[in-house]
């Protein structure tokens, strides 16, 4: 991964691309443990490419590999937006009294999610890092994402917005009759992959590829 721009155009480099982002996109389909299977094609894309291979890993039910980094960011989006969860009760709670202060309260809680998610994004990298290298425990040492994230701030900021783009890119899938965002979501989760394979070039030599931790 030589830039962070190769992350949009490795995936349909490899031979088999269009069957294996299918497959795993109606894999993705399935609620929850579709979910966690695309996290753990993520996980291995990423395996890949941090081995020097630019190749798409094989569609199906990873769900051991990717069990932990899904785990991982499913806690960290509760908590970033507990805050926005708060202002929509409130909103809902004055509702029938002051329909401004309710809509004011929405709107905060709207501002407050979108903040979150570029939150998110801007951790993402470091947290594909951290658990790919430690496990779970690793994606949730706070201090050690922290640190890695804020390291080189411009690689975080650089990484987190193409993640946001490839999210852009992934809710165009709706257009396809819903169905279709299944599979920009695992075109994304490849874009993912890329981007956490070029900021760990970029924040130094990776750890060298062994075997997953559990």
């Not at 490419?49 to 094989?58: H, I, Q, S, V, W």
């Not at 769900?63 to 932990?68: A, C, K, N, T, V």
Request: net charge neutral; charged share 10%; aromatic share 12%.
């Amino acid at each position: 991964m030589n830039s962070v721009g190769d992350a949009f155009g490795y995936p349909l480099k490899d031979p088999g691309w269009v069957g294996k982002i299918a497959v795993q996109g109606l894999i993705t389909i399935i609620p929850v443990v579709g979910w966690i299977a695309t996290a753990g094609w993520l996980m291995m894309n990423f395996d890949n490419l941090r081995a020097g291979r630019m190749e798409l890993a094989p569609a199906g039910f990873h769900l051991e590999r990717g069990i932990g980094i899904f785990g991982v960011v499913v806690i960290y989006s509760i908590v970033i937006n507990i805050p926005a969860s708060f202002l929509d009760g409130v909103g809902r709670t004055v509702s029938n009294h002051n329909f401004y202060a309710a809509t004011s309260f929405s709107g905060l809680g709207s501002l407050w999610r979108f903040a979150a998610q570029l939150f998110m994004d801007f951790l993402t990298p470091s947290l594909i890092v951290l658990t790919a290298r430690n496990g779970f425990t690793g994606g949730l040492d706070i201090p050690r994402v922290w640190g890695m994230a804020t390291g080189n701030m411009n690689n975080s900021i650089i990484g987190g917005l193409v993640i946001f783009a490839a999210g852009i890119i992934a809710v165009f899938g709706l257009i396809g009759c819903c169905i279709g965002v299944f599979f920009t979501i695992t075109y994304a989760a490849a874009v993912n992959a890329g981007v956490a394979a070029w900021f760990e070039r970029m924040q130094g030599s990776p750890a060298a590829p062994g075997a997953p931790p559990a």
